[in-house]
């Protein structure tokens, strides 16, 4: 297991001045960049979800990007900055992107913009618990090292989005659904994810906090200040930090409490946390109620048992929910990897037996007209746990 230091600086705006600063307090306990050498290929993995202005705190904020190339620049590396939102990995496709998302100005200090949109198939991950074999953007192959760049907000199907989430843009956009349709619950997918970081094991993570998404993330939620970059070499042990900041214990986030159970990640206590910023934690932070495990029902069997789960997962089960604002565009239906969205009338009707609750609907909805919703006797409940 990696060195379990994370640092956290407060930053409160993306000012250049303000930014630079901030990382030099930020990279020096950690080591600095002294795993870069002149002539590496370094991929930054950044968040760019999707085509949105940096403003809407959806994405990596391209003024803290642009000072992590620079310093990659002036160490002589050779670096390319990219991510697979959701959609399709091609270079029109990302061409939007990387315009909506400010992220060309990487292009002023040298730093390029991948444009190869070729994608590898590792048939054999041995070490791997769920993810076996996949596929997976070869940008991030042909690096030397992988500096994992992620933006802190909340997630529906995972409670928090931040570094360990990031690298799931490893997978071709197109591919993610997919994904999520052969780990359909939230302890398979977390267990995932957690393979994807130890197949790239990115050798730097950085959270952009400085401003996060909080309520309906993580790309439709409002912007909220934090004020704080974060960083670690142990990417487990970032996020368990980062989740402190908004309010949440490892349980609630699937992704930390199953990286300490593989021996991957430290619990809060045993973590070194360092900088000026450690302490932060926003105890108003709107996060999503993650939802309950389908496994939850398993013990129920026969009819009876059947209707007991079907009552139990209506009464219980976290789901998406059509609110306001629908333009009936129907991307929600595409993106759906259970076939549970059909179109009636303009509007996307949900087939709640088929719905695997992925969140994918709520995600990739341009409109936030898809919510999460946790019903009352849920909520009840999670207050008498
Ligand atoms: S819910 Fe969102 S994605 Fe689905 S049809 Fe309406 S606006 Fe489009
Ligand atoms: S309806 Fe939404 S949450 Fe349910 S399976 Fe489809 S995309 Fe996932």
């Given at each position: 297991m990696c060195d379990s230091t994370v640092c956290v600086v407060k930053c409160n705006s993306y000012d250049s001045d303000e930014v630079k600063n901030s990382f030099d307090r930020l990279l020096s306990p950690i080591g600095g960049l002294d795993f870069v050498k002149k002539g590496m290929k370094v991929a930054v993995k950044v968040n760019l979800v999707t085509a949105i202005k940096p403003e809407k705190a959806a994405t990596t904020h391209p003024a803290l990007v642009l000072e992590l190339c620079r310093r990659l620049i002036e160490l002589g590396a050779e670096v390319t900055v990219g991510d697979s939102p959701g959609g399709?990995?091609?270079?029109?496709?990302?061409?939007?992107?990387?315009?909506?998302?400010?992220?060309?100005?990487?292009?002023?200090?040298?730093?390029?913009?991948?444009?190869?949109?070729?994608s590898t198939v590792c048939d054999s991950f041995p070490d791997a618990v769920k993810l076996k074999s996949f596929e997976y953007t070869s940008w991030l192959s042909s690096a030397d090292v992988i500096i994992n760049f992620a933006k802190l907000k909340t997630h529906g199907m995972m409670g928090m989005s931040a570094a360990v989430k990031n690298m799931f843009g490893a997978i071709p956009g197109t591919l993610k659904p997919e994904y999520h349709y052969?780990?359909?619950?939230s302890r398979d997918f977390a267990d995932m994810l957690i393979d994807i970081d130890e197949f790239f094991k990115p050798a730097l993570s950085i959270v952009d906090g400085v401003d996060a998404m909080e309520g309906n993330g993580p790309t439709m939620g409002d912007v909220r200040h934090v004020g704080i970059l974060a960083a670690s070499k142990?990417?487990?042990?970032?996020?368990?930090?980062c989740a402190s900041v908004i309010s949440l214990t490892p349980d609630r986030v699937p992704t930390c409490a199953l990286?300490?159970?593989?021996?991957?990640?430290?619990?809060?206590?045993?973590?070194r946390a360092v900088g000026d910023g450690v302490g932060i934690s926003i105890c108003d932070f709107k996060n999503i109620d993650r939802p309950n495990d389908i496994e939850f029902f398993g013990g129920l069997i026969g009819i009876k048992g059947k209707l007991a789960n079907k009552f139990l997962k209506s009464a219980l089960c976290t789901r998406p929910t059509l609110s306001r604002g629908c333009v009936g565009c129907r991307k929600c239906a595409d993106v759906c990897p259970a076939g549970a969205i059909s179109m009636k009338d303009k509007k996307p009707r949900i087939d709640r037996?088929?719905?695997?609750?992925?969140?994918?609907?709520?995600e990739f909805c341009p409109k936030g007209a898809m919510t999460v919703h946790r019903p009352l006797a849920a909520r009840a409940l999670a207050k008498i746990r």
């Open positions: 399709p990995f091609t270079g029109i496709y990302l061409k939007g992107v990387y315009s909506a998302t400010g992220m060309r100005r990487v292009c002023d200090v040298g730093a390029r913009l991948n444009d190869d949109f070729s052969r780990f359909s619950n142990n990417v487990y042990d970032l996020d368990t930090v990286a300490i159970e593989r021996g991957l990640g430290h619990s809060a206590k045993e973590i037996e088929k719905c695997i609750r992925c969140f994918c609907c709520q």
